[in-house]
């Protein structure tokens, strides 16, 4: 399991997260000080964007 650590001011707390082992491309955590739930990536942003799929497009012909 992974731990994060979060500081919040609604309810002041220093979140120490429990999250459950990679499962799909989220996985849900619990706080085991406060119990609030919320979804974590199981990949990083930019991986997850890299995968999106673009428009298909023309391919640019060569002026000789």
């Known amino acids: ?3 994060k ?5 609604q309810q002041n707390c220093i979140h ?3 999250i459950d082992p ?5 996985s849900y ?3 085991k000080r406060c119990g609030k739930v919320t ?13 999106a799929k673009l ?3 023309t391919p640019i012909q060569a002026i000789d």
Do not use: Q
């Open 1 to 3: 399991m992974k731990n």
């Open 5 to 9: 650590v979060e500081v919040t001011k």
């Open 16 to 18: 120490h997260w429990i």
């Open 22 to 26: 990679p499962d799909d491309h989220m």
């Open 29 to 31: 955590g619990k706080c």
């Open 39 to 51: 979804e974590f990536y199981n990949a990083y942003i930019s991986d997850l964007v890299n995968r």
């Open 55 to 57: 428009p298909d497009e």
